[in-house]
């Protein structure tokens, strides 16, 4: 019989006490489990994100933070837009011909290069604020999957598990057509050829339909892990043909887009540029320095800003998302302490009645470091027994929560996503090992077993086993 | 097999003064041998067998067991002695509440070097007459039968030497014998040698050697000195 077993017999012998205290344990590691889990798969799918394919992005003055959440990960609400012309600043005279020419708006005057074109080697325009269900509607052009690398030492950029890329204008869809990211497709099981209208301004199923201008769907994106999962993508003409999505100009006719053919959408005209605004757009620098040289430019005018999101993100982590997750932290280690002391308590507590047992084992041999090993093995049990049970639980918890925190967040969690690595943590570790943090739960818990087991066990240890005998 | 020299052993009072208890100029067993010690309550009979297991320490002497000097060893050399050499059947049987009776008898086993055998505990209990009772814990056996699983689990280690305190002093007069018969078989079977500890006469008359206390401890009063 194994040191072990009489440990696991003498847990089982105060089976209320023993399952109490477990539970207790289970609860502290619970909570353990289910911040390292959030904040590290949340802060995961942040930094992931930062790999975007762009440096830079210009939206309109406000604030900083706003225009990354809302232009990379489509959460907050967009604030103000920037006229269209902004965003021609950031092409040549050539690319701006270009794209009129695909959207077949019309050509009033001389093209010249945009004031940072230089500086740009891609731009893309997005527009914000329409809902389609849940998920953000995004007007842009088809450069965002035809042009953005995402994996530079692949040199790939977004594929599609379905479909094609939308087009700008065609036969079939006029300027009607739509991409959704894979979480999307699931959801709503949007099928090729499927419909897509969008709600204005709020994903409230009572807000204003935009039943006049349906999307077609001709792709699906596959799963990439990103907020782009969970985001509906149409051809930015055509949303500017939506009703309410003309800026409106003193002098000109209220509403654009009614002078159109109602019913053909193939021949609806465009939008003039003067109505046009963005929300936002992704800049692909030229060179190194072009970021800063563009920052300043656009920062010390009235017009927009620009903003890094990668050191955003990264400030967002530092100033607010990491003390809060230390404050849940240690929180969550007291409470395992505490669930650890009530461990010491309950076998402290017995130790008195069970005197007798330890000096019967004594006599018939086992040594001191033996009872006093017994102890602590009785300790360990308990608190990894508890722990592992509130580990899964904790997990539990994660698949139970995941759809509210992917709905909050846009971070998909579910029962079998553990908590990535620390930096912090590897920088430790030899051959470039990396360790999920929960993965240091157990030793964690052995060496709390441990520490709160020693006095129990040293009375063990202690025990004067003749008196003890003659005692009984 | 079984050497005492000069041993003394005082236990301190209350107010720091010592109480001698034990004062054996000498003592002998030999291999096999089945021997007991009578005396009245309270005159070092138990004390006497916790020195010889080295549960307790003399204060100065030796205990010699096939050669080995246990009052030499150090506390965890006396721990593998009592794993390895010795068996102990006590008084009030002393099982563990929470084993059953067969977790009991293996947990004799636990603390030598040897592999725990399941097997010979089996046996041991099947010898005891407890085949049935295997998983039974002590709560659910009789007083009998408590004192049956404590002697297999006292010969579990296959002792050279078993120490029996008052062995059937809680046992009821029925199943004295059977204990008693039990205990000589088994050591006789296995030739272990037997010092057993009783104030029972009908239980001293059935051996061949019968020690008084007094005989071996200079400090025993004799039984007619107790008024």
């Known amino acids: ?472 | 097999m079984l050497l005492i020299e000069d041993i003394h052993k005082s236990y301190t009072q209350p107010n720091g003064a010592p109480l001698p208890i034990l004062d054996i100029p000498k003592f002998e067993v030999a291999a096999a041998e089945q021997m007991v010690i009578v005396g009245r309550s309270g005159c070092g009979k138990t004390t006497m067998l916790q020195v010889i297991a080295g549960i307790s320490t003399a204060d100065s002497g030796s205990v010699r067991i096939d050669g080995l000097d246990i009052c030499r060893l150090s506390e965890e050399g006396r721990d593998k002695f009592r794993a390895e050499k010795l068996g102990y059947v006590f008084q009030t049987f002393n099982l563990l509440s929470g084993f059953t009776a067969f977790e009991n008898v293996m947990l004799g086993m636990t603390f030598t070097r040897k592999s725990s055998d399941r097997n010979r505990a089996r046996h041991l209990l099947e010898r005891v007459g407890l085949e049935h009772r295997m998983d039974h814990k002590p709560r659910s056996l009789s007083v009998g039968e408590q004192q049956r699983v404590a002697v297999a689990r006292a010969l579990a280690n296959r002792p050279r030497l078993l120490l029996a305190d008052e062995p059937t002093a809680n046992v009821d007069p029925a199943n004295q014998q059977a204990i008693i018969d039990l205990i000589r078989e088994s050591c006789q079977e296995e030739e272990i040698s037997l010092v057993m500890v009783t104030h029972a006469v009908e239980v001293a008359d059935q051996f061949q050697r019968v020690e008084p206390l007094e005989n071996i401890n200079r400090l025993a009063k004799p039984a007619k000195d107790v008024a």
């Open chain 1, 1 to 472: 019989m194994s040191l072990w077993t009489i440990a696991w017999r003498n847990i089982t012998q105060r089976g209320t006490a023993s399952a109490l205290t477990a539970f207790s344990m289970s609860l502290g590691v619970l909570l353990v489990t289910a911040v390292l889990s959030v904040h590290g798969l949340i802060a995961k799918s942040f930094m992931d994100n930062s790999t975007l394919g762009y440096d830079l992005i210009a939206g309109a003055k406000g604030g900083k933070l706003q225009l990354v959440l809302n232009t990379v990960f489509y959460l907050s609400e967009p604030v103000e837009n920037l006229p269209y012309s902004f965003y021609q600043e950031f092409l040549t005279a050539e690319q701006q011909a270009a794209e009129l020419k695909d959207m077949s708006v019309e050509n009033r005057g001389k093209l010249e290069d945009g004031y940072y074109a230089s500086d740009t080697s891609l731009a893309i325009p997005v527009c914000l604020g329409d809902y389609y269900k849940r998920f953000r509607v995004i007007g842009t052009l088809p450069k965002l999957f035809d042009d953005i690398t995402l994996d530079y030492e692949n040199n790939t950029g977004y594929d599609f598990s379905e479909g094609r890329n939308f087009e700008i204008w065609n036969e079939e869809n006029g300027y009607f057509e739509a991409v959704v990211g894979s979480i999307v497709a699931n959801e709503t099981g949007l099928k090729i050829g499927d419909k897509i209208v969008a709600t204005h301004g709020s994903s409230d199923e009572n807000a204003d339909v935009h039943d006049d201008s349906p999307f077609i769907l001709v792709g699906i994106l596959k799963s990439s892990g990103t907020p782009n999962d969970r985001a509906v993508f149409v051809n930015m003409e055509g949303f500017y043909l939506m009703a309410d999505h003309s800026k409106p100009v003193e002098g000109d006719e209220e509403a654009v887009a009614s002078e159109n053919e109602a019913g053909v959408k193939a021949k609806r005209k465009p939008l003039p540029l003067k109505n046009r605004e963005v929300t936002a757009i992704l800049i692909k620098t030229a060179s190194p320095f072009a970021p800063i040289a563009i920052t300043n430019q656009v920062n010390e005018g009235n017009v927009a800003q620009v903003v890094q999101p990668i050191m955003e993100i990264f400030a967002l982590f530092k100033v607010i998302v990491d003390p809060i997750k230390t404050v849940l932290l240690v929180l969550t280690i007291i409470i395992c302490f505490v669930s650890g002391i009530s461990i010491l308590v309950s076998i402290y507590n017995s130790m008195s009645e069970r005197k007798h047992d330890i000096a019967v084992m004594r006599a018939l041999g086992a040594s001191r470091k033996a009872v006093m090993g017994i102890v602590l093995l009785e300790s360990i049990l308990l608190s990894v027994g508890g722990g592992m049970l509130g580990w899964i639980g904790g997990h539990l918890m994660l698949g139970a929560f995941g759809p509210t925190i992917e709905a909050k967040t846009g971070v998909a969690i579910g029962f079998f996503d553990i908590a990535p690595s620390s930096k912090a943590l590897d920088a430790y570790l030899p051959f470039g090992i990396m360790i999920s943090t929960e993965f240091l739960i157990i030793p964690g818990l052995i060496l709390l077993a441990i520490i709160v087991g020693f006095l129990p066990a040293y009375t063990a240890y202690k025990t004067d086993v003749a008196n003890a005998l003659n005692n009984s």
